[in-house]
């Protein structure tokens, strides 16, 4: 008989955990396992931050799939449509290559991508921190604004070329401004000719409150840290108007900035939408064994899956972090295995254990288990989590080494120039425009029918 097929779509926390874990449960010759990937590696997304500000390299937060996974036939591209009917996944290579993979069960974690609203400029004018490649071009792009600034033969350049935006004040906003302001403040030291008061960073969020999920007190030390940095943090304030050269804020302010980074929430794969099956605000709905109740042999987890929270209750999902997906990538292998060998599966149970920001230096401000630490010691516990959480001990070493390394030796301030081509958009990087609609996943596999 034929093996059952097990088809994994994401090479995320989630996707990777999955797989790691069925090639565990699963014996040699039980199923056969796949893997729907569009890049060789799984990113260790929390520090995408500091590869931006260049205190880590960007191999060091890419742990290699293939250094992970021994069994798992990887398939490198990204799932742009499925057919639960038909048990069909369509597949685009990273040749643009379109092939069909036929499952028995199907894992979707195929993840989220950066959430933007409809803000004239914004998606011509603004990058993300959703990506390595995007961390890389931030990084290139941040650099290549102090060179040209120095350059520069207006002061009004020079000002626009100096000012810096990021919209978003959970982590992702929070860090990423924090990291690269101290990025710019190291650097302007090798640029005699600026004056170091005319670079300024602003950290926007229609948000009233800046990180709310740490707390009134943990969110007002980290609000205070940036604002002592000089950082001009704006609450209940977003971008109105994006252009070239400025941002318009909702509160009628114009900032000459030619840097708009945006990292104002995240939203499910484009995947989910092309399912017929239920969602809770664009995340498809699970039950508590992760399974879709409208679909036959398919699981979901991770961002793009809404999996209820049973150590909330009160009807509440999961939070789109590394923690629950790291661990629904465990939960949802086991309940496939189950699934597999005809038993019942388990629902996924997890009380968060906190959360931890690193902003930079000795800055960080930490909650883990409901204990609040600032400092240090907040640096200490965050530091040891990140590497708690890296899969292999290649990448912890990778790590350890560039954070000693940068504390001991700094920063040369090297673009690499690899993207200098032309401006590179949120599209570009993600890719959301790739996905098939609900009609065309009917016509592909009504030819595939037509074939056999």
Known sequence: ????????????????????????????????????????????LPLLPQVAAGVLTPQSVAVSLRRMLRRTRIIPGGAIGVDPKAKVCIVRKITDEVVTEHYDYIVLAPGSVTRSFDIPGLTDHARGMKTLAEAAYVRDHVISQLDLADAATTREERISRLQFVVVGGGYAGTETAAC??????????????????????????????????????????????????????????????????????????????????????????????????????????????????????????????????????????????????????????????????????HPYFHKDLGLVVDLGGADAVSKPVGIELTGIAAQAVARGYHLMALRTNVAKVRVMTNWILNATAGDDFVRTGFQIGRPATLRDFEYTDVYLTKEQIRSHTASLKAVQ
Request: aromatic share 4%.
């Open 1 to 44: 008989m034929e093996r059952p097929r097990i088809l994994v779509v994401g090479g995320g926390f989630a996707g990777v955990e999955c797989a790691r874990r069925l090639e565990r449960k699963l014996v040699p010759g039980e199923a056969d396992i796949a893997l729907v990937a569009p890049f060789s590696y799984e990113l260790y």
């Open 180 to 345: 690269l302001q101290r990025v710019t403040t190291s650097a302007v030291k090798r640029y005699p000719r600026l004056n170091p008061n005319l670079i300024k960073w602003h950290l926007i969020d229609i948000a009233p409150k800046l990180m709310p999920e740490l707390g009134d007190k943990l969110g007002a030390t980290a609000l205070r840290v940036l604002r002592e940095r000089g950082i001009e943090v704006s609450l209940g304030v977003s971008v109105a108007e994006a252009g070239a050269e400025s941002v318009t804020f909702t509160d009628g302010r114009v900032i000459p900035c030619r840097t708009l980074i945006w990292t104002a929430g995240v939203a499910a794969s484009p995947l989910i939408a092309t399912l017929d099956a239920d969602t809770v605000r664009g995340r498809l709905a699970t039950t508590a064994e992760m399974s879709v109740p409208q679909c036959d042999g398919m699981f979901a987890l991770g961002d793009a899956a809404a999996v209820p929270d049973l150590a909330s209750g009160d009807g509440a999902v999961c939070p789109p972090t590394a923690q629950h997906a790291q661990r629904q990538g465990k939960a949802v292998a086991d309940n496939v295995v189950a699934a597999l060998r005809g038993k019942p599966g």
